[in-house]
């Protein structure tokens, strides 16, 4: 069955840096593009960058652009979004998904 | 951007009966294509998010078909025809037409009442 699972999250201090991951399986990851999608705590969700099926193309949300890069290795079957200049607003849940099934996400905390 | 406006933001409905979410896009959602990108997903308490419907009204497999989606333009709706104490939980729609950014409604909490 289609699994995606994100890992590297954690507690960072404001300006630091982090990468997140998400091996997937179960379905053809080099077909797909690939999106992160956060979720703040108590609030809604926010979609954060796509990266198109061979990664030639990515987008990003303006409240993060400059400071995260969205990647992919299709060879590992592995998505990553590394995040630079980390703010406490960047504080959130962080899903890996096609939009058609979804990570059980990473928590990531930003804090002094 | 394209704003996504769903209502109502809180709806308690009783067990067995009807309910309905209205999403409205700031501008058309019918792409060039001609197809209209209009997902609803699902996000019950503590777990990720769940497509139920894309392109407006196309269940995704395991869906029930008590869920159905409808609209077009810029008004879409959700409706559950009857719902059960499973469905609790917040449904956001997003658009994926005129991207980026793809852009989620608020999200409306639905509760048993």
């Known amino acids: 069955q289609v699994q995606l699972v994100e890992s590297g999250g954690g507690v960072v201090q404001p300006g630091r840096s982090l990468r997140l991951s998400c091996v997937v399986s179960?379905?053809?990851?080099?077909?797909?593009?690939m999106h992160w999608v956060r979720q703040a705590p108590g609030k809604g969700l926010e979609w954060v960058a796509v990266i198109s099926y061979d990664g030639g193309n990515k987008y990003y949300a303006d409240s993060v652009k400059g400071r995260f890069t969205i990647s992919r290795d299709n060879s590992k079957n592995t998505l990553y979004l590394q995040m630079n200049s980390l703010r406490a607003e960047d504080t959130a849940v962080y899903y890996c998904?096609?939009?058609?099934?979804w990570g059980q996400g990473t928590l990531v905390t930003v804090s002094s | 951007d394209v704003v996504m406006t769903q209502s109502p933001l809180s709806l308690p409905v009783t067990l067995g009966q009807p309910a309905s979410i209205s999403c409205r896009s700031s501008q058309s959602l019918v792409h060039s294509d001609g197809n209209t990108y209009l997902d609803w997903f699902q996000q019950r308490p503590g777990q990720s998010p769940r497509r139920l419907m894309y392109k407006v009204s196309n269940r995704d497999s395991g869906v029930p078909d008590r869920f159905s989606g409808s609209g077009s333009g810029t008004d879409f709706t959700l409706k559950i025809s009857r719902v059960e104490a499973e469905d609790v939980g917040v449904y956001y729609c997003?658009?994926?037409?005129?991207?980026?950014?793809?852009?989620f409604g608020q999200g409306t909490k639905l509760e048993i009442k």
């Open positions: 997003i658009q994926g037409t005129h991207w980026p950014p793809y852009t």
């Open positions: 998904t096609y939009m058609q099934h």
């Open positions: 179960g379905f053809t990851f080099s077909t797909y593009g």
